[in-house]
């Protein structure tokens, strides 16, 4: 396969790249008129670019992409949503987390020992035994709950058919 | 529209010398602020280019619309965030095709096209009779030419696509790609230079 001539190739890929101007065009089309090996060369550089091009798109297909503009701003628009919500989630977890530093955690006391302490002084333990005394009767109410009509009269659970096998 | 509007009552604009006379960075600025007719507008000027340049890296007509979508969201969610819709001189069409660019180099890595399209689809004409042999030898080497293209260093991928499937002029692929005309002159010869090889050498089996 004979190249082409060194010359004349950077011309060829020029045209190929439609940069020659009709001085250049000229003179290529003179010397291709007389040189086999530049005009195999110019085809081939032709061929390769036809091949290479893709086929136009379809009338269809333009006006499809054409009407896009709607759509893509309704992407924006979303996009935009998702950024925000993001943003505020994002404010929200910062919030709690200064707050979380802010206000150290301390134990709950326990019941009535607020009330027990002297202000300005710690948590005590309350006296049980005075507490256990101050109380009604814990026997009291089992009385109670003894002498109370029952919720169902012997002679009805007797009425009863439990149907147990 | 910052500065090129009067209010004429509620909910009526008026938009002094039209949106032709609008640069692109005044839109994109105005899109920003709110002006969602400024988006439709620079849609309007640059779609189509957009379309041309990712349909090189699509699997179907509906990538292509979506990747067309997805470069222009890119573009202005890049820009806000880089706080550059400001500026009315803010260069809006190269970092649109620049990001085009890379998003269709992308999602061609993460679809492997070329693995998905069997060659027996090559095979079949539409309406399922087998195509002639010239046809078919002639569809064999677009798809390797074509695969090809996609397979060329990254540079020149990029000049070869922006001059032929984007059909920009070469001082536009340099300004796009932030490179020297001359360089992008150079990328593209190296480019035809690989096609035209791998050519010849498919060409010696033509039928």
């Not at chain 1, 940069?19 to 000229?26: S, T």
């Not at chain 1, 333009?62 to 994002?90: C, H, I, K, P, Y």
């Not at chain 1, 134990?107 to 101050?134: F, M, S």
Request: proline share 7%.
């Amino acid at each position: 396969m004979n190249r082409p001539c060194p010359s004349f190739e950077p011309l060829l890929l020029d045209r190929a790249a439609g940069l020659l101007d009709p001085v250049g065009e000229a003179r290529l089309d003179r010397h291709l008129a007389g040189c086999p090996s530049c005009r195999a060369e110019a085809d081939a550089v032709g061929l390769a670019l036809s091949l290479a091009a893709l086929p136009p798109a379809s009338a269809a297909e333009r006006a499809a992409v054409g009407q896009g503009a709607r759509e893509a701003l309704l992407r924006l628009r979303a996009d935009r949503s998702r950024r925000r919500f993001a943003a505020r989630v994002l404010l929200a977890v910062a919030a709690s987390a200064a707050f979380a530093v802010a206000v150290p955690w301390r134990p709950a006391a326990p019941p009535g020992a607020v009330a027990a302490a002297p202000a300005g002084t710690g948590w005590e333990l309350p006296d049980l035994d005075a507490a256990w005394a101050a109380s009604a009767d814990p026997t009291a109410d089992l009385a109670a709950l003894a002498e109370a009509e029952p919720l169902v009269l012997f002679a009805e659970l007797q009425e009863i058919d439990f149907d147990i096998e | 529209m910052a500065g090129r509007e009067s209010s004429a009552g509620p909910g009526l604009r008026v938009v002094q010398g039209g949106w032709a006379s609008q640069p692109d960075g005044a839109l994109l600025r105005d899109f920003l602020a709110g002006d969602e007719p400024s988006f439709e507008e620079l849609w309007r000027r640059h779609h189509a280019t957009v379309h041309a340049l990712v349909r090189r890296y699509a699997r179907t007509p509906e990538d292509a619309r979506d990747l067309t979508q997805r470069a222009f969201l890119r573009a202005v969610g890049a820009a806000r965030r880089a706080g550059r819709g400001a500026g009315v001189d803010f260069p809006f069409r190269p970092w649109l095709l620049r990001i085009a660019a890379n998003l269709g180099k992308n999602h061609l890595r993460d679809e492997f096209r070329w693995r998905r399209a069997p060659v027996q689809e090559l095979e079949q004409a539409a309406d399922g009779a087998p195509l002639a042999d010239e046809l078919l030898f002639r569809r064999e080497r677009e798809r390797r030419v074509r695969q090809a293209v996609l397979l060329l260093p990254r540079r020149q991928r990029e000049v070869l696509t922006l001059r032929v499937d984007a059909g920009l002029p070469f001082a536009e692929v340099a300004t796009t790609l932030g490179i020297e005309e001359g360089n992008a002159r150079v990328h593209f010869h190296h480019a035809v230079r690989r096609l035209t090889e791998l050519v010849r050498a498919a060409g010696e089996g033509e039928p």
